[in-house]
């Protein structure tokens, strides 16, 4: 047999080839993943491809065209839009009215084809093209309407097979057109082909197509994540990575839960609750995590109990998770979810996990960051306290000193002279050594009990304006002036004791580190239901990179010498505490060299009782 | 011949205790507060020990010290400190007697006499 290939018949080959490849793989994956998008890929994909085959063979004359053959490619056609419509409504959703309508008339269709007398069925063939074209306007329709809400790979998938299902639809029209027969088998041809490839690399894309396809979303997502390690808050830095993958796969959620080996649970960081999922659960992201390996997971359960505890909404259906992991470490898992199997969710998968990935080495430096940093705060506690030992172990010795020689010589003046009237002066000052003495230990103790958040005792209406008078007097001298601006009085609820401390510190500082002759301006007002009160002195003023951790315990300036300037180094962390146990701000301004501000804001009221609103950062859904 | 001793302190108590206990035992006491006191003292009461702290305002016990060496004064020094580095701080300042804080009334009378007799040998 001699066959004459002309341009038109080679265009019908390789359509032909195209579509055994495609059946061939379509029912490959099926077998190997018999979930409902693929069994219908299968099903659509591997009877259009014998169907054509047996059309090659009619062809061909190997075998003759009966009835029965005629019949079976007649089915096979008209099924074909039917089961894209499956298929969309698996992946994107079609009304169960319309798919109802469109299932109707493919029985309506396949009866006719099979129980109609054979001479009535070149009568039947305009109709049948009717609805084969219908539905497939009704495919191509829906398909590039859910192009437009998908991203990436998916999105360009979806494309493909929507202009597939239009060549094709263009295919079986142009067999209908008034044209020469030639004219009309080239049309049909070029279209075949093209439907061919079409549906070729929307659903089996040969593996650098799935890459170059990949390429945009992986990029962005790198390129985002290099900015990630910028993020100072770690819920934020989660948030990112939830974002840039649920950006990447298109997805309306997605979620990072990282491992707690103490505890032995996921914690979902940016969970509306604080979410926690023991490693025994078998939720998809736990089974994920547990396995170490990607899981793709259709058809979740809506559980209400899960939904009261984490807020889920019902909607989601699918999960994708992987695992994210470096060197073995087990850090957590990155899930994304939607409401519908995605068409493609293998390819999905697979970005998932290289999306996974990039977020492992993000959360791991993260991790290794916080550790140093955990350390050095240890070492630097350590420090302050080695100093604070030392510093107070200096301040005692002074008034240790007096007491003890001053004891010496009233004993010695008694032995010598037993006579003698009481040293009434040596006795004065060992009375006054020992309060000094006893204050400092108090202060130390106070210390200690500031870190365990019981400073603040029983409060009563105060009048600051009286409090800040008495405490200027405390601490007048002839080297400093005290401006103090205020209104008659402010009152609020305080525990006195405790703001006659804040202000002894506040004045004693400004005074302590003021220059000779220098003024110490005092401002006090009311604005709404706070108190403002601002201490400000004309002193050698904090150095940048002491304001930071001016408020801590132990801290003292690098400016401050030591040797002129003596002290705990505990009055301003006592300050702060003080100030936040009042419910209150303290904050200060300053400049090396240009004196210092510090500013107080306290409650009026005691805000302990009042009801306390908490609000919460809404995000999205987990499983 | 009676001993001149300077004790320059800014605190107070330890001031006028120390000036009691070594008035009984026969020296002659003058004060100051600080460093710039002490050297206007040493003007007035040419004294034969000082007993010295080192922290203190206007001008400090180094600076003091700084100063007596430039004026070719060479009386012996006790420095009087609650620092850790207290003989560290003596010999900062070129002396070789220290009080370390607390001292008890022995210590200090023990001191003051061997840094007289010390330097009474000296020269």
């Known amino acids: ?55 090659a063979l009619v062809q061909f004359e190997l075998i003759t065209a009966n009835a029965l053959i005629q019949s079976f490619i007649a089915t096979v056609l008209i099924a074909t839009p039917f089961m894209l419509v499956r298929l969309m409504d698996d992946v994107i959703g079609v009304p169960s009215r319309l798919r109802r309508i469109f299932t109707g008339a493919f029985v309506f269709s396949v009866a006719l084809i099979w129980l109609a007398p054979p001479e009535m069925i070149m009568a039947l063939a305009v109709p049948l093209m009717l609805v084969l074209l219908i539905t497939l306007g009704y495919v191509v329709f829906i398909g590039l309407r859910a192009v437009r809400r998908t991203h990436g790979i998916t999105q360009r998938r979806l494309i493909a097979v929507s202009l597939g299902s239009l060549f094709l639809g263009l295919n079986f029209a142009a067999g209908q057109l008034p044209l020469t027969p030639e004219d009309a088998r080239s049309l049909v041809d070029l279209f075949g082909v093209a439907a061919g490839i079409s549906y070729y690399i929307g659903f089996v894309p040969p593996h650098w197509l799935r890459q170059l396809w990949q390429g945009p979303e992986l990029r962005a997502f790198l390129v985002s994540s290099a900015s990630l390690p910028q993020i100072k808050d770690n819920s934020e830095l989660y948030q990112a990575i939830e974002r840039g993958a649920a950006a990447a796969l298109g997805a309306p959620y997605a979620s990072i839960g990282l491992w707690n080996e103490t505890n032995q649970v996921l914690v979902f960081p940016t969970a509306e609750a604080p979410g926690e999922l023991t490693i025994s659960s078998d939720l998809p992201v736990v089974q994920a ?112 000193t007096t007491l003890i020689v001053q004891a010496q010589l009233s004993e010695r003046r008694a032995i010598r002279n037993p006579a003698a009237p009481p040293d009434l002066i040596g006795l004065r000052r060992l ?57 008659e009085q402010l009152m609020g609820m305080y525990d006195p004791g405790r703001i006659a401390q804040l202000l002894d510190n506040l004045t004693e500082n400004a005074v302590k580190y003021s220059p000779e002759g220098g003024v110490i301006t005092i401002r006090l007002w009311q604005n709404a239901a706070t108190i403002h009160l601002t201490v400000a002195d004309q002193g050698i003023g904090i150095p940048s990179t002491d304001l930071p951790h001016l408020f801590e315990r132990f801290h003292r300036g690098v400016n401050v010498d030591d040797r002129k300037f003596p002290g705990w180094g505990l009055g301003l962390s006592m300050c702060r505490r003080i100030v936040h146990q009042h419910g209150g701000q303290i904050s200060v301004a300053s400049r090396e060299g240009g004196g210092s501000t510090f500013s107080v804001a306290l409650p009026v009221a005691d805000p302990q009782s009042q009801p306390i609103q908490h609000t919460y950062n809404r995000s999205g859904p987990f499983l | 011949m009676t001993t001149n001793i300077l004790i320059v302190d800014d605190d107070a108590t330890i001031r006028e205790m120390l000036t009691e206990v070594l008035e009984e035992e026969g020296y002659t006491v003058a004060v100051a507060t600080n460093g710039a006191e002490g050297l206007a003292a040493i003007e007035r009461t040419l004294p034969t020990l000082i007993l010295l702290d080192m922290r203190m305002p206007v001008l400090d016990g180094w600076g003091f010290a700084r100063i007596l060496k430039e004026r070719s004064l060479r009386m012996p020094i006790v420095v009087m400190t609650a620092a850790q580095e207290s003989s560290q701080w003596s010999q900062e300042i070129g002396s070789a007697w220290t009080l370390a804080k607390p001292f008890n009334l022995d210590e200090l009378l023990q001191v003051v006499q061997r840094a007289i007799r010390h330097h009474a040998m000296s020269v």
Not at chain 1, 23 to 48: M, T
Not at chain 1, 322 to 338: F, H
């Open chain 1, 431 to 487: 009375v006054s050594e020992s309060e000094r003495l006893r204050t400092m230990v108090l202060e130390l103790l106070d210390g200690a009990r500031a870190e365990q958040d019981q400073l603040v005792g029983q409060r009563e209406l105060v009048d600051l304006v009286d409090c800040v008078r008495a405490a200027v007097a405390r601490h007048e001298s002839a080297q400093h002036t005290f401006v103090v601006e205020a209104p």
């Open chain 1, 289 to 400: 995590f547990r396995m170490q390996k990607p899981l793709f997971v259709r058809n979740v359960t809506y559980d209400p109990d899960l939904d009261a505890k984490f807020r889920l909404r019902s909607r989601i259906r699918v999960v994708l998770a992987a695992p994210i992991s470096i060197g073995g470490e087990r850090l957590g898992v990155l899930c994304v979810y939607g409401p519908r199997v995605s068409l493609f969710a293998d390819d999905d998968l697979n970005l998932l996990k290289l999306l996974a990935d990039q977020a492992a080495v993000v959360i791991e430096s993260r991790q290794l960051n916080e550790q140093t940093a955990r350390l050095r705060a240890r070492e630097e506690s350590a420090r302050l306290k080695e100093d604070f030992l030392s510093a107070a172990a200096h301040d005692l010795k002074t008034p240790l």
């Open chain 1, 1 to 55: 047999m001699l066959v004459s290939l002309t341009a038109s018949d080679f265009l019908r080959y390789i359509s032909w080839l195209v579509f055994f490849l495609i059946g061939f793989w379509s029912i490959i994956r099926a077998i190997r993943r018999p979930i409902p998008v693929n069994i219908n890929a299968g099903l659509l994909f591997g009877g259009l491809a014998a169907a054509i085959a047996l059309g």
